[in-house]
Nanobody
Framework: QVQLVESGGGLVQAGGSLRLSCAAS????????MGWYRQAPGKPRELVAS???????VYADSAKGRFIVSRDNAKNTAYLQMNTLKPEDTAVYYC?????????????WGQGTQVTVSS
């Protein structure tokens, strides 16, 4: 069984920083792409940033220049460093990962972590 667990969310003032972590555990052979998504109330879930196993990154326009996605393959963990946070960054942030087990390749999602940015 595979699990993704996010951590690091919280309440921060505008201009502040947070670092989210996403740790994968279970019967994992390897992890391909990992991504961070967010969903604000009344809005669809949107991609924030993603990173391949080899470190190639993609960012949403809203994240460019402020957020940095990284990963530690040895720890099966991805990170999202969020700087210069704005109230519009307030959302539940979800991690996903393409994980290969002995049975299959499947995309898994974490349970989400709340990020609230006050003005």
């Amino acid at each position: 069984q595979v699990q993704l667990v996010e951590s690091g969310g919280g309440l921060v003032q505008a201009g502040g920083s947070l670092r989210l972590s996403c740790a994968a555990s279970g019967n994992i052979l390897s992890i391909s792409g990992m991504g961070w998504y967010r969903q604000a109330p009344g809005k669809p879930r949107e991609l924030v940033a993603s990173i391949t196993r080899n470190g190639v990154t993609v960012y949403a326009d809203s994240a460019k220049g402020r957020f940095i996605v990284s990963r530690d393959n040895a720890k099966n963990t991805a990170y999202l460093q969020m700087n210069t946070l704005k109230p519009e960054d307030t959302a539940v942030y979800y991690c996903n990962a393409e994980i290969v087990t002995v049975i299959h390749l499947q995309t898994y999602w974490g349970q989400g972590t709340q990020v609230t940015v006050s003005s």
